[in-house]
């Protein structure tokens, strides 16, 4: 089953509209940080619209290098494929807003808490909230009390009465004007609350709990309190801290404080963990908690039992950073950034963790300041994360199965993402290159030798009249075992526009998997494989198919680039020789289809050309009815029939070469801009020093993979997509 793409937010849209995916750009290094504070949350089952995907953020509008933040907020309702326009939802005229941190009610009720410098005298705690289908208040909800002076990196948690819970640090001056950073609670309030006109000077003060010093002393390193409820909407609250001052001495570390309804315990006396910080937290419908946080280069992770005031043994889960956590029906996942790149994994059992999978892929840019949250069904992690080498930076998101994800790859950028092509993440087909030929899968290979080692020199392509072997690579990628994996492997005719499935495609075997584990690729050295005896009949071109069938993680859509259960290649070799004028000259055959089973269609052909020699060329033919050209690169088929097919011819000249010369030539169908399929040729010189050669000499064209990339379903809009 293909995982979600990753896609970047949007940051200027048409106002009141759904976006494509598209780049939310911030000068703001730090857009997404602290870790503290969720930036990502789902609104839960029994709201009226459960399983919205809602996301926070710092955006800088005055430019790249201000000084200046807004808080931005958007939300998705299809799993990430579409997002509404972003909207500013603090003051508009507020100076530096930071630090937002993001919790959903029972009813759906979005609730947002932030810091805000007003012209850097005194940084206060702001609110605001909308409902499933309301709007954001005009002028937030100022928290902190009036004679605040500091009160900065907030973390919320709403419990399931509908109950707001708020940490953060909170700056005074003691007796002796000693600065010391606090960490500060104020909680058990509601929405009715904080609409009270005298919320929250007088509100606050009579509120038992309410802006509760959890802690004292601790000059400038109290920092980054984490906070969530349990099912007795009892808040726990950690936070990495040290003192320095001279009658509050006790070592860096991370703390807690539990309210267990009747009194707070733990505290500077009770460390869960010395030398260490950047704590996040996450709880459960019980009584547990579930925390992590960064220990030198190592996420440790612990489980707190309300009921017995008691940490587990803290287990290790990798090395890395800015560790994030979440969890729900006792299924638990962090994330985090390690070398530049986010990882997430699954908690099994106590000490026993999945393999990390790598969500960001991205090694020469930095990803970083992870944050996740789980669909309403317990079926989806969501993820995002900031990317980004310098400004502007990115603001990514990705939707991944959270449980068996068996896969293999339509080309060699693939990462499991959809769609497979889609290398600027915008869904919209921009030929090849920037966008992937996906048609060359690199994990099915032909072994003809026989010798177990499939893909060597000379076996790029299967020979007729003998036995070949046919292999697939298959990866994990996802968190649970995989059983009884069944590698299909089937064929259809070259051409652009595959067949309809099943009935355009012939059977040619299979074998099984056992037992796959996270993370793991089954490869040749399995000695898994299937012979294929290739009929003399078919054609030169041929497309090779591998299916992908378990149980756990069934294809859910027939399309190779939205589904990455599918993978497909092309193997065939057209031998070109040189003519009497001097050149070199071959011609390829293929079939465009139209795979619209009910309408005629406009067939659009371009050609798109990678690394290709000076003085090259390549150009299609057809004498087929409703052939035009409307380019040096682009060509089209009028009014094909539905289901039907036009004979074209592809010419490749090559006037001038030397024996180090090498092209690509990509060509792909599309059908009102979405691609329908394509192939790729490669243009290898001739080998002059093999003496069997004429003397004219000749070039071999290998027509590297695969025909037709998925239809995609050009007729219907992204929305109506089926989410998989």
């Not at 076996?459 to 292999?471: A, D, I, M, S, T």
């Not at 939205?562 to 004028?581: C, H, M, Q, R, Y």
Request: hydrophobic letters at 35%.
């Amino acid at each position: 089953m293909k995982s979600k793409a990753v896609v970047f937010l949007v940051a200027v849209l048409l106002l009141g509209s759904a976006s494509a995916y598209g780049q939310l750009e911030t000068s703001d290094p730090e857009a997404l940080a602290p870790s503290n504070g969720r930036k990502i949350a789902v609104v839960p089952n029994g709201a009226p619209d459960a399983g919205t995907i809602c996301a926070v953020w710092v955006y800088n509008e005055s430019g790249y290098g201000s000084n200046r933040g807004h808080i931005k907020y958007a939300e998705s309702s299809n799993g990430g494929i579409t997002w509404t326009s972003p909207q500013q939802i603090d003051q508009a005229d507020a100076d530096k807003c930071w630090g937002p941190a993001i919790a959903i009610a029972p009813d759906g009720t979005r609730c947002v808490v932030w810091t805000e410098d007003n012209s850097f005298v005194y940084s206060w705690l702001f609110f605001n909230y909308k409902t499933s289908n309301g709007s954001w208040l005009s002028s937030p909800k100022r928290i902190s009390p009036e004679d605040d002076l500091y009160d900065e990196k907030p973390s919320i948690a709403v419990d399931s009465q509908g109950k707001i819970h708020i940490s953060s640090t909170h700056w005074i001056l003691d007796v002796s004007n000693y600065e010391s950073e606090y960490v500060c609670y104020c909680g058990g309030f509601t929405i009715d609350d904080i609409n009270d006109p005298d919320f929250p000077d007088d509100f606050l003060h009579c509120l038992v709990g309410g802006m509760q010093d959890i802690i004292t002393g601790g000059q400038y390193n109290f920092g980054t309190p984490a906070i969530a409820t349990d099912g007795s909407d009892r808040p726990l609250v950690i936070w990495q801290g040290s003192s320095t001052v001279p009658y509050f001495s006790f070592p860096a570390g991370i703390y807690y404080h539990f309210y267990n309804g009747t009194t707070w315990v733990g505290g500077v006396s009770d460390p869960v963990e010395l030398s260490a910080g950047l704590p996040a937290l996450s709880g459960s419908a019980g009584n547990l908690f579930y925390g992590v946080w960064q220990s030198g280069s190592a996420v440790h992770f612990s489980t707190y039992n309300g009921s017995t005031n008691s940490w587990s043994p803290i287990e290790f889960v990798n090395n890395g950073n800015y560790p994030v956590v979440t969890a729900l029906n006792d299924n638990i996942f962090a994330a985090w950034e390690n070398g530049g790149d986010i990882y997430w994994s699954r908690r099994i059992a106590q000490n026993n963790w999945t393999p990390p999978v790598n969500l960001s892929n991205t090694p020469s840019t930095k990803s970083v300041f992870p944050h996740i949250a789980l669909s309403p069904n317990d079926d989806y992690l969501y993820a995002i994360w900031l990317e980004g080498n310098a400004a502007p930076y990115e603001i990514e998101f990705r939707e991944i199965h959270k449980g068996e994800d068996v896969f293999i790859r339509d080309c060699p950028e693939d990462n499991g993402s959809v769609p497979s092509w889609d290398a600027n993440d915008n869904e919209v087909w921009e030929g090849v290159p920037p966008d992937y030929a996906y048609w060359v899968s690199p994990d099915i290979t032909v072994d003809v030798n026989l010798d177990g080692l499939p893909g060597g020199p000379g076996e790029e392509n299967p020979v007729r009249g003998k036995v070949n072997n046919l292999y697939a690579y298959v990866r994990n990628i996802g968190p649970l075992t995989a059983y009884n994996t069944v590698v299909n492997f089937y064929r259809a005719d070259f051409g652009v526009g595959y067949p309809s499935w099943p009935s355009g495609f012939t059977y040619i075997g299979n074998f099984t998997i056992p037992i796959l584990d996270p993370g793991e690729t089954e490869d040749y050295t399995w000695g898994l494989f299937v012979p294929w005896d290739v009929p003399s009949g078919i054609p030169e071109h041929t497309c090779i198919w591998v299916r992908l069938d378990c149980a756990t993680d069934p294809i859910v859509r027939d399309d190779p680039g939205w589904d990455n259960n599918i993978g497909w290649k092309n193997f065939s070799i057209e031998t070109l020789k040189a003519t009497p004028v001097g050149q070199y000259r071959g011609v390829v055959a293929f079939k465009t289809r139209n795979p619209d089973t009910l309408s005629m269609r406009d067939v659009y052909l371009d050609l798109f050309f990678q690394d290709w020699p000076s003085g090259w060329t390549a150009e299609l033919s057809s004498s087929d009815c409703g052939f035009g050209k409307l380019g040096d690169t682009k060509y089209v088929f009028y009014n094909v029939e539905a289901e039907g097919d036009r004979d074209v011819t592809l010419t490749v000249v090559a006037a001038e070469h030397t024996e180090n010369d090498t092209g690509v030539v990509h060509l792909a169908g599309t059908i009102d801009d979405s691609p329908i399929g394509g192939i790729s040729v490669k243009v290898v010189p001739p080998q002059f020093a093999i003496p069997s050669l004429t003397e004219w000499g000749r070039i071999t064209l290998v027509v590297l993979l695969i025909i037709s990339v998925s239809w995609i379903l050009w007729r219907k809009k992204k929305s109506d997509f089926k989410r998989i």
